[in-house]
């Protein structure tokens, strides 16, 4: 039987470009179907992953502009600079990432179509336009790769001035003198530094009564103290029940509740964030009578191999659930096309990393302490403060700290912690000697560029060490083993 495609993926997003550019790359023919008439690139490039970080940047350079140089009238970041000057520079990152990717889909001649992508039985797709034109391809194999979408608050509406989601907050006209964030994870986390950085004031009311449980308790207990010295006030359990505009104090206040205190209390504020849940995009995307399973929150089943239970139809991104981050979808999308076209390929072995883009930045791998102790493991930890760091010291970025956990009797490597500048791209020298079994003695032993971040896995793993030594365990055997 003869097929219009090798394959026809729903979604432009990192899951379906990867998927898109390994199997052109196995000389396959590809359709890529995307409902969003302007862009391709799903959230990655349009709603999450790279403006969201482009805006980071530019908060980023302007506080770091603001620190070292200050101003000479006491003005707040958000006196010197406008919104208009972070919205060219994330619009410029976008442009040319944008024109990149196009370029790439081009280049390795994958059709687009433009519409709304529906699995009408095994081997049909059908897309209808945004001018309710449907047309119907046949293929060989499906990417299912929609992604997901933030989920809407309950007691009130995002109009996307007063009320922002994290779609509408990148095309703000004014940097808010005071903000509200409604939410609790790491996106809550990442604009709330974001925007901090730029003088506003900060207020995250929190819905759950822990913030950013999975960190490492340290790092967690490191986060706050910056937090603190930035201003930023979190506060637990919260339910908001109102928010309403104030004209006669020309504010909006936002009405909630605590679990310690059932009163109602009220906060004026510029604007609100309200950053929610992820939710799939699965509705209407295929047949029902289709064995495609879905689990009680609408994210699609997969097999290792990201087979649905139709064996040509496969699902990878957000739309399998979690983790759900550009970084596992990109790896996800070319496992699925390897699947598909019968080519061996490794999935990632080892732990994942995960990065949370606040200024400053978060990242992490293994095991945490707490987590080591227990699984009954003997482990030791190592630290190194930034404000020991000489590279630190040198641009002045000298919160944060970066913990190592290892086994105490031989030294291997089983959890990196970091909180700190350039700490989502630190973590990768330790995810690397984690990856080969290695040991904290590798720090040791081998030279580190200097002056550098990475003089912090030294300084850690020195310290580890002293604390075996002093627990007992001969220091110099340790190191000639
Ligand atoms: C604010 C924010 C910041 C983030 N930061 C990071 C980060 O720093 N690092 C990181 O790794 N991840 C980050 N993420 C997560 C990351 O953006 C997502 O995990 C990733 O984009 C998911 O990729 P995907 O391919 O599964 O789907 P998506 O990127 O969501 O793309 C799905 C595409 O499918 C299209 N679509 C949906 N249904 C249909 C249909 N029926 N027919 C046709 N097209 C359809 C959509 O229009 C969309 O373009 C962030 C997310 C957000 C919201």
């Given amino acids: 039987m003869s097929f219009d495609y090798d394959v026809i993926i729903i979604g432009s997003?990192?899951?379906?470009?990867?998927?898109?550019?390994?199997?052109?790359?196995?000389?396959k023919k590809v359709l890529m179907v995307e409902a969003d008439d302007n862009h391709l690139g799903g959230s990655w490039l349009n709603k999450g992953t790279v403006p969201s970080k482009a805006l980071r940047e530019a908060a980023d350079l302007i506080q770091d502009f603001h620190t070292q140089f200050g101003d000479e009238k006491g003005r707040k970041?958000?006196?010197?600079?406008?919104?208009?000057?972070?919205?060219?520079?994330?619009?410029?990152?976008?442009?040319?990432?944008?024109?990149?990717?196009?370029?790439?889909?081009?280049?390795?001649?994958?059709?687009?179509?433009?519409?709304?992508?529906?699995?009408?039985?095994?081997?049909?797709?059908q897309v209808k336009t945004s001018l309710n034109q449907s047309v119907t391809y046949t293929t060989e194999n499906i990417l299912i790769a929609t992604g997901s979408s933030p989920t809407s608050p309950e007691n009130f509406e995002i109009d996307h001035t007063n009320i922002l989601d994290y779609n509408s907050i990148l095309n703000i006209t004014h940097i808010p003198r005071r903000l509200v964030i409604v939410g609790s994870g790491v996106i809550t986390f990442e604009y709330a530094t974001i925007f901090s950085s730029l003088g506003t004031t900060i207020t995250i009311l929190n819905e759950s009564d822990q913030f950013l449980p999975f960190l490492d308790h340290e790092i967690?207990?490191?986060?706050?103290?910056?937090?603190?010295?930035?201003?930023?006030l979190i506060h637990p359990s919260v339910t908001v029940n109102e928010i309403k505009p104030n004209p006669l104090r020309t504010c909006i206040e936002v009405l909630y509740k605590t679990a310690a205190e059932d009163r109602l209390q009220v906060l004026e504020t510029d604007q609100v964030l309200y950053v929610g849940e992820k939710s799939p995009n699965s509705e209407n995307l295929f047949n029902k009578s289709l064995n495609i399973e879905l689990d009680s929150t609408?994210?699609?089943?997969?097999?290792?191999?990201?087979?649905?239970?139709?064996?040509?139809?496969?699902?990878?991104?957000?739309?399998?659930?979690?983790?759900?981050?550009?970084?596992?979808?990109?790896?996800?999308?070319?496992?699925?096309?390897?699947?598909?076209?019968?080519?061996?390929?490794?999935?990632?072995?080892?732990?994942?990393?995960?990065?949370?883009?606040?200024?400053?930045?978060?990242?992490?791998?293994?095991?945490?302490?707490k987590q080591a102790e227990e699984l009954g493991i003997d482990v030791t930890v190592g630290r190194a403060y930034y404000e020991n760091l000489t590279y630190a010291d040198i641009n002045h970025r000298t919160d944060g700290m970066l913990k190592l956990v290892f086994r105490t009797d031989n030294l291997k490597l089983l959890g990196v912690h970091i909180f700190g500048d350039h700490a989502t791209d630190l973590i990768h020298?330790?995810?690397?000697?984690?990856?080969?079994?290695?040991?904290?003695?590798?720090?040791?032993?081998?030279?580190?560029n200097y002056p550098t971040y990475s003089e912090a896995y030294r300084i850690a793993a020195f310290n580890g060490v002293n604390r075996v030594y002093k627990a007992g365990v001969k220091y110099k055997s340790i190191l000639e083993k």
Wanted: glycine residues 10%; charged residues 25%; aromatic residues 8%.
């Fill in 220 to 232: 967690n207990e490191d986060v706050s103290k910056v937090l603190k010295k930035k201003g930023i």
């Fill in 298 to 369: 609408g994210y699609i089943v997969t097999d290792e191999n990201y087979r649905t239970g139709i064996k040509n139809i496969y699902a990878a991104g957000d739309i399998t659930g979690t983790p759900t981050s550009a970084s596992t979808s990109f790896v996800q999308g070319r496992l699925a096309a390897c699947s598909m076209f019968d080519i061996p390929a490794e999935s990632p072995s080892g732990d994942v990393p995960y990065g949370i883009y606040s200024i400053p930045e978060i990242s992490g791998i293994g095991l945490t302490e």
């Fill in 429 to 448: 020298l330790g995810q690397s000697i984690m990856a080969q079994d290695g040991s904290i003695k590798y720090f040791i032993e081998h030279v580190l």
């Fill in 77 to 125: 970041p958000y006196e010197r600079f406008k919104m208009e000057d972070l919205l060219s520079y994330k619009k410029s990152a976008l442009e040319s990432k944008n024109t990149k990717v196009k370029s790439d889909l081009i280049k390795n001649e994958v059709e687009t179509a433009r519409g709304w992508g529906e699995i009408v039985d095994e081997h049909t797709v």
């Fill in 13 to 27: 997003g990192p899951a379906g470009f990867s998927c898109a550019m390994q199997s052109t790359k196995f000389d």
